[in-house]
């Protein structure tokens, strides 16, 4: 089969790998019906190390079961059936408590021997308590909503979750990406009153002003921080969703909190300290946030995407199959493509 494979930052490439099999009595073989280039896809392709030997990459991907294993029991053979961005058991300790992501028996794709989902194929382990069974559907528009169940409309849930959003509340997105947009979605599904979106690309903003968001803060760092306080009587919003991941943007989530609010942070943080000193305990600011168990939230999620309520696959802009994947990236890379879907 063909698949992605990456040697190192701006080094893609699409390869004929081996056929997945069966190696556990868990696994199962799924045809890659959609999947897509991740904004996290784009770290490794920024500044991964070359290599003699490549990695597989992608970890966002729906598709059709093709083979199970003898202990499967959750999905069958022709089913139609989603995998978030990590595997997991779904029985664990961690698992119970709704947090696949630290599952005890799971792991990321792409590496360690497990297939990546920038292919046409994948093995996918722990089977019953990784993948989500889906309608069959030949409707481009809902597969691509139901695939970003995989990762972004997941962990813009989570970021909104954990800074405890709720009905006529405040809140402030930081970051125009696809998991922003899905940010300010997911905020309005959970009754937010005001969003503010900060980010300066306004084909972006324009859709999140129709995810939701009713205004626009294109200004960056104090500048920024001082437009969203004017916004809010000086105040700050209750909730600020952080999904860019740079010290920066987090500062300014610091910045545009309101006193007793939270700063959730889901973009992966490229830097190791920040602004948590005596700003953020004189004001009670609660810093939360993390890598989303995307697992845990798709059985809540999913009904209002099949109903047509929620429409997050229109962050996708682009389309391409799995030997467009190198030009893919370059175009997210060079913000060209807000995020390339893929169908093989
Ligand atoms: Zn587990």
């Not at 494979?5 to 390869?15: H, K, M, P």
């Amino acid at each position: 089969m063909r698949a992605t494979v990456i040697y190192g930052a701006g080094d893609v490439r699409v390869e004929t790998v081996p056929d997945p099999k069966l190696a556990e009595p868990t696994d199962v073989v799924l045809r890659v019906v959609r999947s897509c280039i991740c904004g996290s896809d784009l770290w490794p392709y920024a500044d991964m190390p070359p290599r003699e030997h490549g990695r597989r990459i992608g970890h966002e991907f729906l598709g059709i079961v093709e083979e199970t294993g003898a202990d499967v029991r959750g999905v069958k053979k022709g089913d139609l059936a989603v995998a978030p961005f990590v595997w997991s058991d779904n029985t664990c300790e961690f698992c119970r408590e709704g947090l696949q992501t630290s599952c005890l028996h799971g792991g990321g794709w792409g590496a360690k021997g497990v297939d990546g989902g920038q292919g046409e194929a994948v093995r996918v382990p722990q089977a019953d308590g990784t993948l989500v069974k889906l309608p069959h559907t030949e409707d481009d528009d809902l597969l691509a909503s139901m695939l970003t169940l995989s990762d972004v409309f997941s962990t813009g849930h989570h970021a909104a979750v954990k800074a405890r959003v709720s009905e006529g509340q405040n809140v402030t997105v930081i970051g125009d990406g696809a998991v922003g947009l899905s940010a300010v979605l997911a905020a309005k599904r959970l009754g937010a009153d005001r969003i503010v979106l900060m980010g300066r690309h306004q084909a972006r903003t324009d859709l999140g002003r129709e995810f939701g968001a009713t205004d626009v803060v294109a200004e960056r760092g104090e500048e920024g921080v001082e437009k969203v306080r004017e916004l809010t009587n000086g105040q700050g919003t209750h909730a600020v969703l952080e999904c860019v991941g740079t010290k920066g943007a987090f500062e300014m989530g610091v910045g545009v909190v309101r006193a007793g609010g939270a700063v959730s942070r889901v973009g992966l943080p490229q830097y190791e300290d920040g602004p948590i000193g005596v700003g953020v305990f004189r004001r009670n600011v609660t810093v939360t946030g993390g890598v989303a168990p995307a697992r845990h939230y798709i059985p809540e999620l999913l009904p209002d995407v099949l109903d047509g309520k929620y429409q997050p696959g229109k962050v996708f802009d682009r389309t391409i199959d799995v030997e467009g994947v190198p030009d893919g990236y370059r175009a997210m890379a060079d913000r060209e493509a807000l995020k390339v879907l893929i169908k093989p």
